[in-house]
């Protein structure tokens, strides 16, 4: 709900909190509360906070979310309110306020955009920026929204960092007295870091005090800088691009930037992560009821050495324990036998699967599983028929070497061309084989991308994806580079699933998984059971273990099943059956971290508690202490048919007397009275 309450006074109101804008007496939209719900009244008497996009100019000398430079060289912006434009939204519908500002002098209009969306407490912020001269007008920088958070003592940050193999590992540090900057220059997300930041008081618990937070939408490059000034003020501002990056806005041009949305929460770090959940779940899925089908992917079991003949006979032995959905990944196309060829040239490779895709595709069928395919659309090995045939489709710049990653180039999707192409290629793949899922992988970063490609890029990555979803409804697909490289509200909201972690070790997987839930919800998260020992750790864990991490996210199994004996298929079998039973509960309730080494979920009368000891390191001997029951409740374990008090499961909870690592647990709560 958004209401307009005096002259420039709005109030923001979602489920649990409020956000108050007020214009100041310069013109500038300021942010006036950002935390629990406020009464009309109370937002009247609340004077105009910091600036809700500060631009350069004036005595301003903080980070500047606005950098534009007009034609004859001048720099900045004075505010002018125009108007404002109100959907209030409310009960079951979307409000959306739009404040319009121009410049005092210079031809350029700027729309701050607010969205809040029925149950969520998400506010979605964006900015539109209008060149209403004959000259172009030079963005330096244009943010979607500068964020600011009420003064305290002191702040803490929260961040995920990382690399390839070890992605969203948290960090959770005092805010310096100085501009953090979070980023990637990278072209996508990132794997060293992701979009979304958290401020709190220093004070906030897994279940108790303030957290302020805000993710963006946006898959390629980013940066969000978080500011603690000499005065004790502390928030952020976050975009689209990375510094250095320019945009060129014509005259009558506009530039939408991506969703910046935050969210607050009195109900500590497990409180945000619910609130995201939901949101996610709600409102940026395209399809959020869609049962994940249990995968089998065919990447660790065979990398590029395929056949059609093994693909049958992985495909039989995945369809014995109950996986649903086959797919085959990297190394079926052109001349792609390894990582130096063939990509790009997206048909069957003909020595491989003569006959094509259809033999395979319909012994999966047959075995009562759908198919999916692995495709890189973005990439080219300069060994391939697509770059001999076009070589000017590559992302480079004249007179630079260009760079090659993994023996790969990347095409410039900014082109409309090549986008076309890639759609056109995709579009008759889907189509002719009837594929039910794409994985979609990007596997190097941008080099020699001028200033012009980055955000065209992005989008037309989108418009392919889009596309391809409006003219195959039932396509799945699962967003990935080289593993949870573009992971972040963007790509969610266009994809299924993402693929989390090229790292499948079961024990290293925990803190993985446990930094990529702090936003995005389980069903998202995609989560295969590999062999033991682990492909690229060399790590050993036990089968159940194994399959109970993996049971936290978007189960897949990815390890090569023609090597498990047939007791390990058989327990696999039993853990896949135990899995469907608990999946409606993972995917689509609510998650309460109980330590870093378990989580419980619980959907109206279902609970569901997955609990690992990777190592020894981990002392798994307090009793692990359930959350959000009801007190009064009876609930009943489904493995012993012990009935247990709510208030004791919560107070006492549950005996963790475990020796040795490697032990796991799942157990399934009803409850009863
Ligand atoms: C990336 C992905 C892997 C696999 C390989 C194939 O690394 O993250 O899962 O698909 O590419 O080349």
């Keep these: 709900m958004i209401n307009y309450e005096e002259p420039g006074l709005w109030l923001l109101a979602t ?3 409020a956000y108050v804008v007020r214009l100041g007496p310069d013109g500038a939209p300021r942010c006036a509360h950002w935390g629990p719900r406020l009464t ?4 009247r008497a609340l004077p105009p906070g910091r600036e809700e996009l500060p631009g350069e100019g004036g005595e301003r000398f903080g980070v500047a979310g606005l950098q534009v430079r007009y034609g004859d060289a001048v720099r900045g912006v004075e505010w002018r309110h125009l108007d404002h434009e109100i959907d209030p939204g409310g009960d079951g519908a979307a409000g959306h306020l739009v404040i319009r500002m121009a410049d005092r002098h210079y031809p350029l209009e700027i729309d701050l955009h607010y969205r809040v969306r029925p149950g969520s407490d998400a506010i979605d912020r964006w900015t539109t920026l209008r060149n209403t001269g004959d000259e172009p007008i030079t963005i330096l920088r244009c943010d979607s929204a500068a964020w600011t958070v009420p003064q305290r003592e002191d702040y803490r940050l929260t961040h995920v960092t990382g690399g390839w193999g070890a992605e969203f590992q948290v960090r959770r540090t005092a805010l310096a007295t100085a501009e953090t900057v979070l980023t990637s220059r990278r072209g996508h997300s990132g794997h060293h870091a992701n979009p979304w930041v958290m401020l709190d008081a220093g004070d906030a618990t897994e279940d108790h005090g303030e957290v302020w937070s805000a993710a963006l939408a946006w898959s390629g490059s980013w940066r969000i800088t978080v500011e603690r000034d000499h005065d004790g003020r502390a928030g952020w501002s976050g975009g689209f691009g990375h510094e250095g990056v320019t945009w060129r806005l014509g005259p009558g041009e506009a530039l939408e930037t991506p969703a910046f949305s935050g ?4 109900e500590g770090f497990g409180g945000i992560s619910h609130r995201w959940h939901d949101h996610v779940r709600r409102h940026v899925l395209p399809e959020p009821r869609r049962v994940r089908p249990v995968v089998f992917n065919s990447w660790e079991a065979t990398e590029f050495d395929i056949s059609q003949a093994q693909q049958m006979e992985l495909a039989e032995l995945a369809a014995g324990i109950g996986v649903e959905l086959f797919v085959m990944d990297d190394g079926w196309f052109g001349g792609r036998t390894g990582e130096t060829a063939g990509l790009g040239d997206w048909w069957p490779n003909p020595e491989r699967f003569p006959d094509g895709l259809t033999p ?3 012994h999966v069928k047959r075995l009562g599983m759908a198919f999916g395919l692995w495709v890189e659309p973005e990439s080219v090995n300069p060994d391939s028929e697509l770059y001999r045939t076009h070589p000017e489709w590559v992302l480079r710049q004249p007179n630079r070497h260009p760079t090659e990653v993994r023996n790969q180039l990347l095409l410039d999707f900014s082109r409309d061309d090549v986008a076309d192409w890639a759609y056109d290629r995709l579009d008759e793949l889907v189509t002719g084989d009837d594929i039910a899922f794409l994985k979609w992988d990007m596997n190097r970063p941008f080099t020699e991308a001028g200033d012009e490609v980055w955000v065209p890029y992005i989008r037309n990555v989108y418009a392919v994806i889009d596309r391809l979803r409006a003219a195959h409804p039932h396509l799945m697909i699962e967003g990935c580079a080289s593993g949870g490289g573009r992971a972040d509200l963007g790509m969610i909201a266009r994809t299924d699933q993402i693929w989390t972690s090229d790292d499948t070790d079961a024990a290293q997987r925990i ?3 446990h930094g990529y839930g702090q936003i995005y919800p389980a069903c998202t998260m995609g989560a295969w059971v590999t062999d033991s020992p682990n492909a690229i750790t060399g790590g050993r864990t036990p089968l159940a273990f194994r399959f109970h991490v993996a049971m936290a ?11 498990w004996g047939p007791e390990d298929l058989e327990q696999a079998k039993h853990l896949v059956a135990r899995y469907k039973e608990i999946r409606p509960v993972v995917h689509g309730g609510r998650m309460d971290r109980l330590a870093d080494w378990a989580v419980q979920y619980t959907l109206d009368a279902d609970v569901v508690v997955l609990s690992w000891r990777p190592t020894m390191l981990v002392r798994a001997t307090a009793p692990l202490r359930l959350r959000g029951l009801d007190p009064d409740g009876r609930y009943r374990d489904e493995d012993t048919g012990e009935i247990c008090h709510g ?3 919560m107070s006492h ?8 690592e490697g032990v796991s647990e799942l157990k399934r709560f009803t409850r009863v009275g």
């Design 15 to 17: 489920p649990s909190s």
């Design 553 to 563: 996210g978007a189960l897949g199994i990815g390890g090569d099943l023609r090597r």
């Design 511 to 513: 803190a993985i998984q």
């Design 40 to 43: 009309p009244d109370q937002a």
């Design 360 to 362: 395979l595709v319909e």
């Design 647 to 649: 208030a004791l499961l």
């Design 653 to 660: 909870g549950l005996p963790r007397p475990w020796p040795f």
């Design 263 to 266: 969210v607050y929460s009195a």
